[in-house]
């Protein structure tokens, strides 16, 4: 970020002694004496934590800033400031809020608990914020996040895309799992949104106080042997460690009938270590599409870059970063290029109108604004989320060396949404071996009358009262009716009578007449 004689601050030139001094306060005079500065910078801190694919994507945001610098293609320099945040984002507070002042922009920090941790900071610097990894619906309530924006789409459509899966192969019931806490509310409820728009039960909403072999064990227990249904989405806020563990801890059950759909969050895991997905046969993915030409096209300039790279991570905290993958491109590496191009796009905006750029000025340049996508245009809403996604839905197949297949397609602007991609229905190899599409349960309508007895005793008394009180109520009714009825007969009986009498009476009047 040096300056040489060739790019000056600023020039100063001494008048001869004899010269008439000048003296002039006005605006133009000093702006004349004083050139503008071609030191226009950007700082943009960039969050992560150490989390191997977390890295990765950094990585590639790094590269593809410092590129731009290379390149000057952006009409200012960008100021990368990379930040470990840790697991939690306690441990990397204090690296965030000795630069906070700095930041113009944030990006990242690829995690809700993380993100959650540093948001007091985040508003009260006004820090434009930038994310491409993390998708929980929460982050769009304007109240508490307000400079939050993100490259990639919220988990709403992801859960939908589950929903349309689900509804395909007519799984009408489903098991939710979560935690109890605002990231687990909020899953929880978008989920459960989901599934309604497509009629399917949520059988089971469990949540779980921690991410322990303790916590999950109990579910484990409870779906082999109580819950009916089959068919579970995990939505957890996992790490790589934490993702890790629940595969384990449901492996060590040796269940062999569940079938998961994962979130946007584990899918990312999975999808950066195969065999990770090979131990979960049947597991359904959502991943976002992507145009491999385009990614190709950044590649070669990437590849170039990474020692370097490699390097500024490692100083900035990183230690890990050698032992991380960062030559493998996935799915959600995509995001982090959006992100970048985002900042690329700001940046040239604010230069070419000549705003400062802050918050103030920056967050009308990208809420409701067409962002030029590595695949494809996106738009930022004005809550700060992707308007629209578009997903590849892939399962693990059976076998000890399946492969991981694509065989859906989702659309949130088609319609319909979902399309399957398969030439027939029987091409997937399901977790028992065979190509006969699983139903959602496998119980015996025996274990499904037991089970709902046994379960809700008091749903079942409530109903029964229910009932009795229905019943009771439709006698008051008919009784009343009935009752009322007869009365109304009577009185028509003594209208009548009087009618008669009055009549008789007339008669017998004109006769003695």
């Not at 090979?278 to 359904?284: C, T, Y």
Request: with cysteine; net charge negative.
């Amino acid at each position: 970020n040096s300056y040489g004689t060739s790019q000056p601050l600023l020039k100063y030139i001494l008048l001869p002694t004899s010269a008439t001094p000048i003296w002039d306060g006005s605006t133009n005079i000093i702006q004349t004496l004083v050139p503008a500065s071609p030191l226009k910078a950007v700082t943009v801190c960039m969050a992560s934590p150490p989390e191997c694919s977390d890295v990765a994507n950094l990585a590639r945001l790094l590269s593809y800033t410092q590129q731009m610098n290379l390149e000057g293609s952006a009409s200012a320099s960008i100021v990368p400031i990379p930040i470990n945040t840790g697991a939690d984002g306690v441990s990397g507070l204090a690296s965030f809020i000795d630069v906070a002042k700095q930041c113009a922009i944030l990006t990242g920090p690829g995690r809700f608990a993380i993100n959650n941790v540093f948001t007091p900071i985040i508003n009260n610097y006004g820090i434009t914020q930038i994310d491409y990894t993390t998708a929980n619906p929460a982050l769009s309530d304007l109240v508490a996040f307000p400079y939050f924006n993100r490259a990639i789409p919220s988990d709403t459509f992801n859960l939908k895309v589950l929903a349309a899966t689900m509804d395909y192969f007519a799984w009408e019931r489903v098991i939710l799992l979560t935690t109890a806490d605002t990231y687990g509310t909020a899953m929880a409820a978008a989920a459960t949104d989901a599934m309604d728009e497509r009629a399917i039960l949520v059988e089971q909403l469990y949540t779980v106080d921690s991410m322990t072999a303790a916590s999950l064990t109990p579910f484990f227990t409870k779906l082999r042997d109580t819950y009916i249904g089959r068919i579970v989405i995990p939505l957890l806020p996992v790490s790589d460690e934490q993702a890790a563990l629940f595969i384990d801890t449901w492996a060590s059950m040796n269940d062999k009938t569940t079938i998961f759909l994962f979130s946007n969050i584990f899918c990312q895991y999975l999808h950066s270590r195969p065999a990770q997905r090979l131990r979960v046969p049947s597991s359904i993915c959502a991943l976002p599409t992507f145009n491999q030409t385009s990614v190709d096209l950044t590649k070669a300039a990437y590849d170039a870059s990474l020692p370097a790279v490699r390097t500024t991570l490692y100083n900035a905290g990183f230690e890990n970063v050698d032992q991380c993958d960062l030559d493998s491109w996935g799915p959600y590496s995509v995001f982090a290029l959006d992100a970048a191009k985002m900042l690329r796009q700001i940046v040239v905006n604010a230069s070419t109108t000549g705003v400062v750029i802050n918050t103030a000025n920056m967050m009308p340049m990208i809420r409701g604004v067409t962002f030029k996508g590595v695949s494809s245009p996106f738009i930022i809403t004005k809550q700060g989320d992707r308007a629209s996604a578009e997903y590849n839905v892939d399962i693990q197949m059976y076998g000890t060396n399946a492969n991981v297949t694509v065989f859906g397609y989702w659309d949130s602007q088609a319609t319909p949404n979902f399309r399957y991609l398969l030439s027939n229905k029987n091409s997937i190899t399901w977790l028992d071996g065979t190509t006969k599409y699983p139903a959602a349960t496998i119980r015996s309508l025996t274990f499904i009358a037991q089970t709902t007895l046994t379960a809700s005793p008091g749903t079942i008394v409530l109903s029964v009262l229910g009932f009795l009180g229905t019943f009771l109520v439709f006698g008051f009714c008919y009784r009343h009716y009935r009752t009322q009825r007869m009365l109304e007969l009577d009185f028509d009986q003594m209208v009548q009578d009087l009618d008669r009498a009055q009549k008789k009476k007339r008669e017998e009047a004109e006769l003695s007449v």
